[in-house]
């Protein structure tokens, strides 16, 4: 379990990060180290840089635009999971943040980290696809943004260009006064990657109808997916059991899962579906709590 | 690489390869050895240390990225010599351990904790050390040792000090 060796550099800025990428196919950005060490202990990486980006001034932030709240790529996930502005306009981002991994890997593992890394059960990238954030890279001394949906392109591949630097996550807020999220994942040990997750954000109006939903499954297939019709058809509906499932099963029923030892692709297909309805029931009841 | 550490409050100087783990740095370049080295992969938490009071896994940190950083390790937590800290002694009391493998990351992680909140729920004290494994106690004796520890901290007229 020790990693090959390897030149290691700290550059001063984005851009020269950037930079040293082009300068040789085998570096890799470090962060946190909280997936890269793994895989390099393993030997399933072996690069022959690290760029080492945690300190670049101004990378790490957590930042209110009124209509988005911005992270820094390198924002530790801890600073995000006890970050009041991320408590009060972003909730499902808060939401999900305790079971990213542990308390230990979050202080250093990052919030760029995880959306680079494009795991599908990573619950960071099923927030930035269900509430569809915008995702900000460094390439060659110009900035480019691309929407979530389009960044995550399979599990673990994203379209981030091998030369490029991720700067920012952009998450829309909501300004509805009456927003409630739910998330649920199911895995073999408590902040394990998720089998399947679900994650639910909804806006209420004063009768406790729905105005606006957004709804995303994780871990089941290749990429976390949004399923709109359901979103769709809970406008101007109160919460109904019964009618959620249906929905939901719809929606997942032509899904291609994955399936590995710990769960197969039936298996997820039909968690999926509770975990959907467990997440709405809990975003509505979060929501039908505000003022 | 030329790196400077600050370890337990004292400065070192070491010369590491870039490839070379926190881990390592600890156990084989400054006979630190409390830090345990287990899956050496993310997954055990036996090399648990604290960074700026956090506890974070040491295997998955290299000694090139520790500097300008505060970090403790088991060795640094009694008062002085022959002491125990309030953790350390109530695992002694609680038989919070057993081979002494997970120990060390044990009483770091659930520092961690208390040195934020003294008093912590049950469910608070086992997301602490979710990401600690022990295939000797079954977990209960060290969950009791640390209720029993912030109870005693509590009760301390410096209670900031686990
Ligand atoms: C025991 C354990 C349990 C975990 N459980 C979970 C879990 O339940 N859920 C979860 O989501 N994650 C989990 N993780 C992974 C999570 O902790 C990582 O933090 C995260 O996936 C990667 O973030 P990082 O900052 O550590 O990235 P790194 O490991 O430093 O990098 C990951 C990848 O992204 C690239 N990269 C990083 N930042 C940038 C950037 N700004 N621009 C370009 N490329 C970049 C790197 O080159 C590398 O390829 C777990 C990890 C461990 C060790
Ligand atoms: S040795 Fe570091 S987590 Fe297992
Ligand atoms: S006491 Fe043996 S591993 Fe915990």
Redesign the pocket.
Known sequence: MKPAAFEYSRPADIDEACALLAADDGARVIAGGQTLGPLMAMRLARPSRLIDIARIPGLAFVRDEGKEIVVGATTRQHVVENDPLVRAKLPLLAKVMPFVGHTATRARGTVGGSLVNGDPAAEIVLVAVTLGAILVWRDGGESQSIAASDFFLGPMVTALPLTACLAEARFPVWPEPRVGVGFHEINARQSDFAFVSAAAQIALDADGCCTRAAIGIGAATAVPLRLDAVADALKGQRFDEARVRELAKAALAGIEAMADLHASAEYRKRVAVTMAVRAIADAYQDAARRP | MKVELDINRERHTVDVEPRLSLLDCLRDKLLLTGAHAGCEHGVCGACTVLVDGAAVRSCLMFAVQADGVAITTIEGLSPGPGELSPLQDAFCETHG???????PA?ILAAHALLSKNTSPTREEIVDAISGN?????GYAQIVEAIALAAERIRGQNDPVRP
Do not use: K, S, V
């Open positions: 351990m057993q081979c002494g493998y997970c120990t044990m494994i022990c295939r000797c106690t």
